[in-house]
């Protein structure tokens, strides 16, 4: 049996990743339904399959018109948790050796710097970014 201390960060985490792919499906859904596409399909693709869905609709949304409303602040913060914790832990698949101790610690320490960046990167509203 595992150490409570470390079942209860297993557990923070499962429901960290888990909770970041809804927010990842919310604010890719939003942005679909802003642009006048169907966002409940695009919600429900990102949810099944978030490491691919989210690429594919980034490509896909070229050919969509402008918003023609900025992101609410929910839709920035659903979108800046669902990017950032999804990088953090994708990176932390590739980088780490397959250890779940070590993805819990590389995890927690990625998220702390995913998190800002897809807010920067992302949602920065003095700079032409992801949710413009």
Known sequence: MA???FAFAAFLALVAIVLS????????????????????IWGLFTLALPPVTPIVYLGYRTRLPTRDE???RLERWAGTMGIGFTSAYALTAVLVPPDPST???FGGA????TIPAAYVLC?????????S
């Open 21 to 40: 792919g809804f927010c990842l499906a919310y604010a890719v859904g939003l942005d679909a339904d802003a642009r006048g596409s169907n966002g409940l």
């Open 123 to 131: 949602y920065q509203p003095d700079r032409r970014a992801i949710g």
């Open 103 to 105: 993805h819990l610690a």
């Open 70 to 72: 900025p992101t609410s």
């Open 110 to 113: 990625l998220a702390v710097i």
């Open 3 to 5: 150490p409570v201390p």
